[in-house]
Each structure stands twice: as structure tokens, then as C-alpha cells.
């Protein structure tokens, strides 16, 4: 009977083990709190603080007329490649 009683031990033994194994390497649940994602649309986009209005204008960058944002600041901002175009009046000692 102590033989008996030793294999069912070692068996017992390995279950254990293996169902260790298999807890460790189940995937653990999320902690802490994770924002959901937002599609982003056209509208949703960020505009600079200092964007009046919009223009249709030429982007020096693409080479071609683009939708642009018209600066406080006195620029222009292309929507598509966000390069900033400025604009001085005169001569600037």
C-alpha cells in the first residue's frame, strides 16, 4: 500500500505543479484605469489657439494650393502638413 500511496502522491505532485504553470502564464486581468479610443474626424482635429478662419491658399511645402488656417499671428498653417508660413510686412531692422 506505501507504494500505491507514493504514486498517487507524485501524481498529486505533478497536477499541482502543472496547474501552477498554467496560472502563471494566464494573462493577468488589466489594473488601473485605461481610456477607451476615440476615432479621430476632421473636425475633431486640434487648431492652433492663434486660427481665425480657413483659406484655401498655396503650400510652399506640397507645392499646390491646400486648405490652410489663417494665423492672429499674421501666418498661415497648412492643415495637411502643418508647416507654418509667416508673413512679414516690410523690412524689419
Do not use: F, K
Amino acid at each position: 500500500m506505501s507504494q500505491y500511496l507514493a504514486a498517487m502522491t507524485g501524481a498529486g505532485t505533478l497536477v499541482a505543479a502543472g496547474v501552477t504553470l498554467i496560472a502563471r502564464s494566464w494573462p493577468a486581468a488589466p489594473t488601473g484605469r485605461h481610456r477607451a479610443t476615440r476615432e479621430t474626424t476632421e473636425a475633431a482635429r486640434l487648431r492652433p489657439v492663434q486660427a481665425q478662419d480657413r483659406i484655401n491658399a498655396h503650400c510652399a511645402v506640397q507645392d499646390r494650393p491646400t486648405l490652410q488656417l489663417r494665423l492672429t499671428t499674421g501666418g498661415l498653417c497648412c492643415t495637411e502638413c502643418s508647416h507654418t508660413t509667416t508673413i512679414t510686412t516690410g523690412d524689419r531692422a
